[in-house]
């Protein structure tokens, strides 16, 4: 089966403007995560959803991001007023069932540039 | 608060070596940790997943061992291949959080 799908691949954008990432997550997966991993640095984590409902929404650095899940499979970052700061590779990960005890399966990122 | 750290940073070896990758971790209370490999502009796959009940995960030439009481794991490469070469992560998730927290990784490069 398809593993998890992320787009766009690449993003490019200017500093104010909004962008959304999308995460199509394996079929099936109740758990989903999203990660900002930048430069030389491990996954740095977002938030995590089970099901349709954010369960951990701490790791969102402010109010400028933020995530949804309405149908608890796709979900979107959406990220407002970007600034150069945002740049990263924006990953997302989905597990089987209960957080922590299934394995994490990542897609393969989006890089965003903000210019 | 977890913290995760990854010694040594990179490491190159010659084909064939037998090496050992280490991850500690603050707090004790894990749920579990994996390890992972990051390929240069690509996502993560995971290697190995263990248990906090647990103390070893085996798969192939990989060999992972966990070490609660001492906030260690372990991730031993046997005869290395220089298609092992990459980025090694490790992450542990924190009992009661259920969010994996990542060290900065261990770059390996495989010689031939």
């Known amino acids: 089966g398809a593993g998890v799908s992320q787009t766009p691949s690449n993003k490019v954008t200017e500093k104010g403007k909004y962008v959304e990432l999308r995460c199509d997550p394996i079929s099936g997966h109740t758990a989903l995560y999203w990660y900002r991993q930048s430069l030389g640095q491990g996954p740095e984590f977002l938030i995590y959803f089970q099901g349709t409902g954010a369960a951990d929404d701490s790791g969102l650095p402010n109010d400028r991001f933020f995530a949804v899940r309405p149908e608890g499979s796709v979900s979107t970052l959406k990220i407002q007023r970007t600034e150069r700061g945002d740049s990263a590779v924006y990953l997302c990960?989905?597990?089987?069932?209960?957080?922590?005890?299934?394995?994490?399966?990542f897609g393969p990122g989006t890089r965003l540039l903000v210019l | 608060k977890q913290e995760v750290t990854q010694i040594p940073a990179a490491l190159s070896v010659p084909e064939g070596e037998n090496l050992v990758l280490n991850c500690s971790f603050t707090?004790?209370?894990?749920?579990?940790l994996q390890w992972f490999r990051q390929d240069p502009g690509k996502g993560l796959t995971s290697l190995l997943l263990i248990q906090s009940s647990q103390r070893e995960q085996t798969s192939g030439r990989l060999n992972a061992s966990l070490d609660k009481s001492s906030g260690r794991s372990t991730l031993y490469i046997a005869a290395s291949q220089p298609g092992d070469s990459a980025t090694y992560l490790c992450?542990?998730?924190?009992?009661?959080?259920?969010?994996?927290?990542f060290g900065t990784g261990t770059r390996l490069k495989v010689l031939a």
């Open positions: 992450a542990a998730a924190t009992s009661g959080t259920y969010k994996y927290i």
């Open positions: 707090d004790s209370a894990i749920y579990n």
């Open positions: 990960a989905s597990s089987r069932g209960l957080a922590g005890a299934e394995t994490q399966y």
